[in-house]
């Protein structure tokens, strides 16, 4: 059975940080790009960051360039964001997320990837 499993949330002053982690099991995704999504209450799911099969190239949400940093170790099927400098605003449920349908083009879409995690709980306090 195939599972992405998130951890590292948790509640964060203002200007803290966090390191959540996405490892994944039941197979290998590998050669997929992979994603973080966010989502509050009442809003659509929001991409905040990906990072191509390789860790070579990275992608993010502009209001997080600079705070966060997407990095993925294949060899352990992991995918981790490190969030630095967090504000209130990023509070929200974060999701990872994978799946062969995911390119360059569509990565910024959360109706291109298959496979997707619980979720863990950032909130950061003012």
């Known amino acids: 059975q195939v599972q992405l499993v998130e951890s590292g949330g948790g509640l964060v002053q203002a200007g803290g940080s966090l390191r959540l982690s996405c490892a994944a099991s039941?197979?290998?995704?590998?050669?997929?790009?992979k994603g973080w999504f966010r989502q509050t209450p009442g809003k659509e799911r929001e991409f905040v960051a990906g990072?191509?099969?390789?860790?070579?190239?990275?992608w993010y949400l502009g209001s997080v360039e600079g705070r966060f940093t997407i990095s993925r170790d294949n060899a352990k099927n992991t995918m981790y964001l490190q969030m630095n400098s967090l504000k209130p605003e990023d509070t929200a449920v974060y999701y990872c997320?994978?799946?062969?349908?995911?390119?360059?083009?569509?990565?910024?879409?959360?109706?291109?990837?298959?496979?997707w995690g619980q979720g863990t709980q950032v909130t950061v306090s003012s």
């Open positions: 997320a994978t799946g062969p349908s995911v390119t360059i083009g569509t990565m910024t879409s959360a109706t291109a990837y298959d496979y």
């Open positions: 039941g197979r290998t995704f590998s050669s997929y790009a």
């Open positions: 990072v191509n099969w390789s860790g070579s190239r990275s």
